[in-house]
């Protein structure tokens, strides 16, 4: 039994997800390690009847205990609250906990070898660097009946007022008004060089500063500046570069490139092109893990899939589904690697390498896979297994690896 000194955060969520949590945990991690968890229920009833004051506070674990690991959780809507019959359409619990840590987002596809991209230059990794904070995500939004008038005012502290006027609004509409913060902008920027320099991958960053003159151009200028006066060197001294780009044009470069780069994107970019990078790269999200580092170190790591939601329904009539708990199984895998190095646990961090190992021997040498990638390996395969016959493939290439005999 391999000990922990010092607790994670651990936040569990919903659905089908959920299901695969508990199993994960059962058969993977708690026969081997003597987990230490803080432990924070983000089921969305949980998160109703505590007025998602839960979610606040394992944003504030994080800040305590600095590794978390994170189950996907729901985001309601109005189908959603008629579903749970819940109080209100709470924020999207990944955008309060961003929000707390001031994250950068990092997505990396989980790359084997008898899964092939869909692009077919694709051989190194691309990882998608999502900035976590404001933008859309923290925006406003307002319809109004027109005809009618728009300005924005800002206020600031020493006094000073800056206004700005839209054109006459000749009917009704709607607007959104969006910020980010400088400091929030530098710390992306950073955070995105620090992963490229440390995973030797290139950096690009891409926006569109030829349309949004002040507001994407702000970023191009920033990363610009921290580029020049803190990693330039460094960066040439590993043969690397760093790059920028207009979004489209980037688009077309990272889909004829081979791979071996961070794409820094601004928030909803990266929400979008995440998804796109995981879909082509590796036909499902659930070979895709995210991790949320924030400019002090903390870290929270989870699957870039949601609840499955579909999956969770035939689960609940009693069938057997083939569920992938791949990303699952990296989300705690890479807590449990953080934890281990910041401890100095080299036990613990072995243990989760070789957790890594047995889920891609049972893939690429067993090809045992659940009917997600089933349907994108190279050559097919023949049998696809239920997610408890896949998570039992993967104790047994476990327990080998460990030479541990059942
Ligand atoms: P989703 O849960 O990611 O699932 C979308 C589809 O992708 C599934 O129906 C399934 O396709 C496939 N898929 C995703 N993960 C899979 C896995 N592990 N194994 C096999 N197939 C997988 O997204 P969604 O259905 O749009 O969202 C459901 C709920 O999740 C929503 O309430 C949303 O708010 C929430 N969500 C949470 C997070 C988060 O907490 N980080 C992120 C995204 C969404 P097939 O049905 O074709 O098999
Ligand atoms: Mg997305």
New binding site residues.
Partial sequence: MISMEKPIVEID?????RV?WAWVKEKLIIPYVDLKVEYYDLHIKNRDETNDEVTIKAAEAIKRLKVGV??????PNAE?IKEYNLKKEWK???ATIRNILDGTIFRAPIILSNIIPAVRFWRKPIVVARHAFGDIYDGIGLRFEGPAEGEVTIKQENGKEIKAKFPMFRSSGVIQAIYNLDASIENFARASFRYALENKLDLWFAAKDTISKVYDAKFKEIFSKIYENEFKDKFHNAGLNYNYFLIDDAIARVVRSEGGFVWACKNFDGDVFSDFVATAYVG???LMT?VLFSPEGHFLS??????????YYKYLKGEKT???????IFAWSSALKRSGEITGNMELFNFACKLEEAVKVTIEMDRIM???IANVSEPPINKIVSTEEFIEAIRRNLNKLLKIHP
């Fill in positions: 969520g919903d659905e089908m997800a695969m994170k189950c996907a959780t729901i985001t959603r999207s619990p990944n499902s999200l659930a995210s989870e699957a870039a899939h949601g609840t499955v939601q579909k999956h083939s569920t992938n708990p791949t990303a699952i659940t009917a997600d």
